[in-house]
């Protein structure tokens, strides 16, 4: 994963928009827990971040990752083909760069799309816990 090329690694993102979702962690287990809240610069319909390039000047703890941190969250959904890489595993059959289509990710049902909610709207993430993104 070292060797990428910047553009090859950001190529890896299918645009599901599950690392956007906001994630609660439990104190005492350290079990982590997602909502179905996005954050607020994600596009829940397109599931791509409003500003991209400036998304850290927004959300100072959005994180940047690389391919150590790909290997270490344990809150990357086991789909993120980041993690899969990390974890030498191949990636689905919906990932644009198996696929060819950059909309198969939403045609198979593995986006938030349709399942996203922003976080302005949202109200207490704990009343928004959900199972579907893990």
């Known amino acids: 994963m070292n060797a990428l090329s ?3 690694w950001e190529s890896l993102c299918d645009g599901c928009g599950k690392c956007c979702l906001h994630k609660l ?3 005492d287990s350290g079990e982590i827990h997602f909502t ?3 954050c607020r610069l994600l596009n829940v319909v397109t599931c ?3 500003d991209y390039p400036n998304r850290r ?3 100072p703890d959005c994180v940047q990752l690389d391919p150590d941190k790909a290997a270490e969250l344990r809150w990357l959904p086991s789909t993120c083909a980041y993690r899969l890489v990390a974890e030498n595993k191949p990636l689905p059959w919906w990932h644009p760069l198996v696929s060819g289509n950059a909309n198969s990710v939403h045609e198979a049902g593995a986006s ?3 399942r996203a909610i922003s976080e ?5 993430l704990d009343r928004h816990i959900v199972t579907w993104p893990a």
């Open 120 to 124: 302005n709207r949202a109200g207490p």
């Open 48 to 50: 791509a971040c409003k």
């Open 25 to 27: 962690e439990d104190e």
């Open 112 to 114: 938030v799309r349709g």
């Open 36 to 38: 179905n809240v996005a």
């Open 6 to 8: 910047r553009d090859e």
């Open 57 to 59: 000047d927004h959300v």
